[in-house]
């Protein structure tokens, strides 16, 4: 008969706290590896895009112009960001495009996003936005508004340009924007947000 050692009475390792904080650490630099690939690739020459109903294209914003307020009783704090654009491909390769954000504005516990997406091939259908924060993660879709000027949803045909604004309740801090089809299922591409 063998003598019985204490160490079998242990209780066994618990290995599940490990794999939850390598999962997440995984998961942040997957992010910031994608953020860093977003901003740091060479810029694509945006599709000349002619909207067929007669309206303007979209404007390039001018870098020493200031954002005046959009809504009643708020008041930006900062300037806006430079603009930054990214192309996408969506639906395996049947839709190509273009976005970008044209300006950032910060207010108390809110960003306004002045955004345009150019689709220069196939229909962007059921498009949509979420934002989530660089340091946690944390995820906020835009509100949606009667205003004319919201693009939170939509869809984009080919050869048109559609620029808006998104309303994201958020607390100022480096964040990315989705663009994701499918009621936000599906992420298509991410520019940064400069907090």
Do not use: C
Request: no cysteine; aromatic share 4%.
């Amino acid at each position: 008969m063998s003598q019985p050692n204490i160490s079998q009475y242990r209780p066994p390792r618990r290995r599940a706290g490990w794999l939850i904080a390598v999962l997440v650490a995984a998961l942040v630099v997957g992010l910031g590896v994608t953020a860093w690939k977003v901003t740091n690739e060479p810029q694509l020459a945006a599709p000349s895009a002619t909207p067929s109903d007669g309206v303007d294209g979209p404007s390039t914003p001018d870098p020493n112009s200031t954002v005046a307020p959009s809504m009643p009783g708020h008041t930006p704090t900062g300037s806006p960001s430079p603009t930054q654009s990214t192309p996408f491909v969506a639906h395996n390769g049947e839709v190509k495009g273009t976005w970008r954000i044209d300006s950032t504005e910060w207010h108390q516990d809110e960003v306004v996003l002045t955004v345009s997406i150019t689709v220069s091939q196939g229909t962007l259908d059921d498009y949509s936005f979420f934002m989530m924060t660089d340091d946690t993660a944390t995820v906020n879709r835009p509100e949606t508004s009667s205003d004319p000027r919201d693009i939170s949803t939509g869809t984009v045909e080919q050869g048109r340009t559609v620029t808006g604004t998104l309303t994201i309740a958020t607390q100022r801090k480096n964040s990315m924007i989705v663009l994701a089809q499918n009621g936000g299922a599906t992420a298509i591409s991410a520019l940064e947000v400069v907090g």
